[in-house]
């Protein structure tokens, strides 16, 4: 209809401009006409109710528009209201600082609004604003509707109102006694918990009770029931179908007329989406999104943790910095998906050669940082960084792809380097970026004593692996002698190493290295066999041997143990009792039991056990007791002072009667001197060792000495 208003007046306008005089003024007329009916349409239609006022003002505030309500509301008529402003329908004392009909730029809104009738009484009305525009779409007025506040609600409608709420609240609603039994529930509580009004009425919130809280908690609950404040907090509940969920609850209670609880009312919601939603935003805001591996803001909280008990502990440890070369050409060469998975299947090599405690990340695209909490040892850091190395050497397979990559390691140890986190990711930096100018796969540490020491490190455990095959290694025998007799009643078979390059390389330096890294197993298996061999080549050759022993490191000591030592024993007829088997003091820490187990099964085949550099670790009467041991080596450190140092002489004296209550053969260590000799024989020792007698020789001057029978003239020196 408004399209034919349109056409309608713009023909008239066409005609208009083609006519003169009377018909000319004629048809102006009806234009005129047309368009007034035009305007009076395109004003917006305010629907009000038969008490509402309808108004409407020009943009400068004057009323235009005045309806039948408008009188019947104000008590003016059209006649006088219209041509005011609209400020005389303000009361006197109104402090608001504009006149509200006239903000246009704020649309169409509804407020609150106080108004002056004739009468002069004032009122509170509703007002409705709606703007009016022309047809060039400007401003041009404003339609009010002003509507007669409502009631106050009666109490009875309070009531009704406030139960509707409750019903139908979203959060669940419990209402007990003062005897705790819940008298009330709405459907809410229905529908988180799964209990229906019939199966929760006149039972007690125990009900609910998940039972993961403590007793502390449950008091300070019980004490908002019991009036003692309002209790808001998180409470871990149990639904009908046993599911445990978690709720934020509120707890108040209410009062009669003379004070006394009359009810208690616990207002919860189902928070489990919300503590879904919390849980995913903790993980991406502390986790890789790519391999799931901690991110530079959890390390950095890991790490700051470490270093506070370093501190208090004195511990030691290390970060490494590892930037994996190659990432970024292979992705885009074959694609970022590849290049992701790649990603992946690195941190997942990593994270699995790598103890549990040990801290791996993902900081950058290509960049990793491990954080070694707790090493014995500085050296150790390096051992970690060559094995991560050894992984990447392989090639790892992406799909059809066998895809070779290399990697940088920056390390920096602690509390060498400081112990502060900052610093530290600063010093592994540099040290990375210095790695990486090499061509080759290499690690660095941030100080240069470091990495003299890692390299000589590494370089003894790779010529110790040669040494193997290459026959470099073999054992010498260092003789033990009757404190009786003077004759040699067994021997140590002690690891040599004869390098081709820089001769004999001492013991101290390479066991050490063996002991942290897998070759002690191969050394030790090295050592059994060989033994064995040479008791066999000495007793085919008619020498009547005694036995001789064979130190055990605490890392061959396994549940396979006495199932190898017997394959050998049977690979060379050597009888158990040739061989004794020397242990540590530290072994018997390892879970007694199961070491108990294994020196019985070991016993049980003849052999015999000595506890090695007694006095030095966890001695006890406790152990001794337990443990099918044999013979006491007492430690050459007690033995050195004797007989002049008052506490060595107390503490070999010690030894010497304890083993003597337990039936236990004693050897004295490192006996240099015939006084330290006369000094132990009179103690009540059995044996001795050491260079009073004889250091440790080869097998053929060993052979030797039992060939020719040599003796120790207990009276004197060495014969």
Known sequence: MLEAKVALCLRLAQDAREQAGPQQAATLARLQDELEQLRGASRPVVRVAPADALLEIDPDGFLIGWNHGAEQMFGYSELEALGQHILFLYPEDDAEASVLELHFKQGDVATDVRRRKKSGMVTWLRMHRHVIHDQAGKACGMAVRLSAMSEPLSDVDKVRLHARIIEDSEQAVLITDAEERIVSINSSFSRITGYSPAEAIGRTPDLLRSGVHDPDFRAKVRAAMRGHGSWRGEIIGKRKNGELFPQDVTISVVR??????????????????????????????????????????????????????????????????????????????????????????????????????????????????????????????????????????????????????????????????????????????????????????????????????????????????????????????????????????????????KHPMRGMVSPGLFIPVAEETSLILELGTWVLDEACRQIRNWEDRGLDMPAIAVNLSARQFDEQLPARIAAVLERYQVRPDQIMLEITESLLMRGADKVIDIMNQLVAMGLSLALDDFGTGYSSLAYLKKFPISTLKIDRSFVIGLPFEENDCAIARAIVTMAQQLRQEIVAEGVETAEQMRFLRELGCDQLQGYLFSPAVPAAEFEVMLGDGKRLRLGEAVV
């Not at 850091?381 to 990559?405: F, G, M, R, S, W």
């Open 256 to 497: 009669d007329e003379y004070g006394e609880i009359s009810h208690v009312f616990s207002l919860f919601s189902d928070i489990s989406v919300h503590k879904d939603a919390e849980a995913r935003m903790q993980r991406m805001a502390n986790y890789d999104s790519l391999t799931g591996l901690p991110n530079r803001c959890l390390l950095n909280q890991l790490v700051d943790q470490g270093l506070a008990e370093a501190k208090r502990q004195g511990t030691h440890g290390a970060l490494m910095v590892i930037d994996i070369s190659r990432i970024g050409s292979i992705s885009d060469t074959l694609g970022h998906e590849v290049g992701d998975q790649l990603v992946i299947a690195i941190g997942q090599l990593f994270r699995g050669s790598l103890r549990d405690a040990d801290i791996l990340a993902r900081v950058d695209n290509s960049k990793f940082v491990v954080a070694l909490l707790h090493i014995e040892k500085r050296e150790h850091a390096a051992n970690v960084a060559q094995k991560l190395l050894n992984l990447l050497e392989a090639p790892i397979n992406i799909d059809a792809h066998a895809l070779h990559v290399g990697a940088s390691i920056g390390i920096t140890v602690y509390p060498e380097d400081g112990l502060e986190a900052p610093a530290l990711f600063r010093f592994a930096d540099v040290a990375v970026a210095k790695a990486g100018q090499s061509i080759e796969s290499t690690f660095l540490f941030y100080r240069e004593d470091m990495n003299r020491r890692a390299k000589e490190h590494l370089r003894l455990e790779s010529e110790m692996r040669l040494a193997l095959g290459d026959k470099e290694l073999e054992l010498h025998y260092q003789p033990k002698v009757s404190l009786a007799s003077g004759r040699i009643v067994g021997a140590e078979a002690l690891l040599r190493w």
